[in-house]
T-cell receptor, first 113, second 115 residues
Framework: GQQLNQSPQSMFIQEGEDVSMNCTSS?????WLWYKQDPGEGPVLLIA?????ELTSNGRLTAQFGITRKDSFLNISASIPSDVGIYFC?????????????FGKGTKLSVKP | KAGVTQTPRYLIKTRGQQVTLSCSPI?????VSWYQQTPGQGLQFLFE???????NKGNFPGRFSGRQFSNSRSEMNVSTLELGDSALYLC??????????????FGEGSRLTVL
C-alpha cells in the first residue's frame, strides 16, 4: 500500500547527540502524527500536528508540520539510552478518516551510552 | 484511564486454521481501527469501525473480517490462515469518529505466528 518516505531508515548515535528524522510525501496531509515503538509493544503517540507550519514540543522532542503540508520533521535533543526504538511518522490524507492514515516505514534509533 | 487492551498477546496457529483477536478501546472512544505490522510491509491498515459500522477497509482479502459491538469493543477474524499472515496485529482507538482522525492510541498488539 501507499507509504510515506521516512528517513533515515536507521541511526546509530552517541548519547547526548541530537537526532533529526523526517517524512515526505507527494500528497498533502492535514494531520501529522509521530509515534515511538519499543520491541514487542504497540506504537506510542509522541506528538500530533494539525496546522501547516506548526511547531510542537514534548520534552526533548520537537516536531514540525511542513509549510507545504507534504512533510514533517522530528528532532530529539540530547539523546539518552531510553530513546532507543523505532520512530514512525503518520499522515492523514486531507478530508479522510482514520482509514486514510498513512505510515512511514520507521526510523530505527540506536543510542550508544 | 486504562489504555487499549488487546487479547491474546501471543498466539500460534497452523495453516488453514482461523483466529479471532479482541480489542477493548479506551473508555469513551468509539472509533476502533486495526492494523497489520510486518517487517517487510510496515503498518498496513485493515479496517476501521465506528458505532458498530465499518467505515473504511484496507486492501486485504476477504479472509480478514471484523466487527464492533455496542460497547465499542472490537474483534477481528482471520480465516484459512496462511504463513504470510504471521504479524503483529495492532488495534487503535480514537476519541473522534467524525471527519478527520485525530490522535490514534494503539494497544500492545497481538503477535500471531502461523506455522
Amino acid at each position: 500500500g501507499q507509504q510515506l518516505n521516512q528517513s533515515p531508515q536507521s541511526m546509530f548515535i552517541q548519547e547526548g547527540e541530537d537526532v533529526s528524522m523526517n517524512c515526505t510525501s507527494s500528497s498533502i496531509f492535514n494531520t501529522w502524527l509521530w509515534y515511538k515503538q519499543d520491541p514487542g509493544e504497540g506504537p506510542v503517540l509522541l506528538i500530533a500536528l494539525y496546522k501547516a507550519g506548526e511547531l510542537t514540543s514534548n520534552g526533548r522532542l520537537t516536531a514540525q508540520f511542513g509549510i507545504t503540508r507534504k512533510d514533517s520533521f522530528l528532532n530529539i535533543s540530547a539523546s539518552i539510552p531510553s530513546d532507543v526504538g523505532i520512530y514512525f511518522c503518520a499522515g492523514l490524507n486531507y478530508g479522510g478518516s482514520q482509514g486514510n492514515l498513512i505510515f512511514g516505514k520507521g526510523t530505527k534509533l540506536s543510542v550508544k551510552p | 484511564k486504562a489504555g487499549v487492551t488487546q487479547t491474546p498477546r501471543y498466539l500460534i496457529k497452523t495453516r488453514g486454521q482461523q483466529v479471532t483477536l479482541s480489542c477493548s478501546p479506551i473508555s469513551g472512544h468509539r472509533s476502533v481501527s486495526w492494523y497489520q505490522q510486518t517487517p517487510g510491509q510496515g503498518l498496513q491498515f485493515l479496517f476501521e469501525y465506528f458505532s458498530e459500522t465499518q467505515r473504511n477497509k484496507g486492501n486485504f482479502p476477504g479472509r480478514f473480517s471484523g466487527r464492533q459491538f455496542s460497547n465499542s469493543r472490537s474483534e477481528m477474524n482471520v480465516s484459512t490462515l496462511e504463513l504470510g499472515d504471521s504479524a503483529l496485529y495492532l488495534c487503535a482507538s480514537s476519541p473522534r469518529g467524525q471527519g478527520a482522525a485525530r490522535e490514534l492510541f494503539f494497544g500492545e498488539g497481538s503477535r500471531l505466528t502461523v506455522l
